[in-house]
């Protein structure tokens, strides 16, 4: 029996894929524990964090309810299990007239993949439209939504139970033309935007992604940018869209090694053994998993 090895630190770039294949395990296949609310939960509340130390002042990050439900078991193929929103982020603009960034700060970021926003909807036939108002707290004076951000859920993706609702409610985001941003880190399930390459089995397809869907001015003049990175990749930086033609550049990547250290997800790895479901993953992928295994192991013996 070959001894475990486990590191607090995160070995890999990017993406920790023996963390991140317990995390898309169900809860009836962990024993009844889920461990993705925790991670989401985490995450989530650190984007917001991040975001605010680097939106303009006029800007505020919030978390709020989310586009998504949870399940207690996302497995499930009926819609019959309890669900509840999950929050995610929104940023709000304090003024109509939003301060412009200066040019440095919104340099291009070459994304991997662009799409007609129209295109990439899955427009069933029971589509209701709707307008989302957000009431304004008591105690602050928040101006309009200018962007969600919604970090995905195994039960919402595609080929899930909860998909019907999500897509109801990003569809409903999007002909209110507010901007979307999706962090897609599940490669074991299907993504949310239709014609993306499915992974592993499509070229140009990624294990991990990043989504920012622009309807302005109008859903039919509107674009998808992905920004897909592997398996020991780190972070692309992501261009986030605000109100008018301001943005930020914004590096998911620092939230991600934040969420891992501080909440000591590197107490579920074993990298003396491969992750769960090393299938799903593609033979490159596979061979980067193993090389940088290789890697852990000399570092462990010396």
Known sequence: MVDPIRLMENPYRGINPHVNSGLQTSGIERGGVSLWPSFHSDHITNISEFLNTQLPENYTARTEQSLQIRLE?????????????????????????????????????????????????????????SVVIREV???????????????????NKRDQVGYEFYRRGKNNALFSTTPLVEIDYLHETLPTVMTYPEYPYQRGSHPYNIFVNEP????????????????????????IPLAGKDSIQFDFGAVYQHTFKRGRWGKMANYADLPVRFETYSPADQARIRARMATIREKSSD
């Open 73 to 129: 078991d996302f497995r499930r193929t009926v819609p019959e299990v309890t669900s509840y929103p999950e929050p995610d982020v929104t940023i709000y603009g304090q003024s109509p007239v939003a301060t412009q960034l200066k040019e440095s700060a919104v340099a291009t970021i070459s994304s991997t993949f662009e799409a007609s926003l129209e295109e990439t909807l899955d427009l069933a036939e029971n589509f209701v439209g």
């Open 137 to 155: 707290q008591a105690d602050q004076e928040l101006g309009p939504v200018v962007v969600r951000i919604e970090l995905l859920s195994p039960s």
């Open 216 to 239: 302005r001015p109008s859903v039919a003049k509107g674009y998808v940018l992905a920004y897909g990175f592997d398996v020991d990749a780190p972070f692309p930086k992501v261009t």
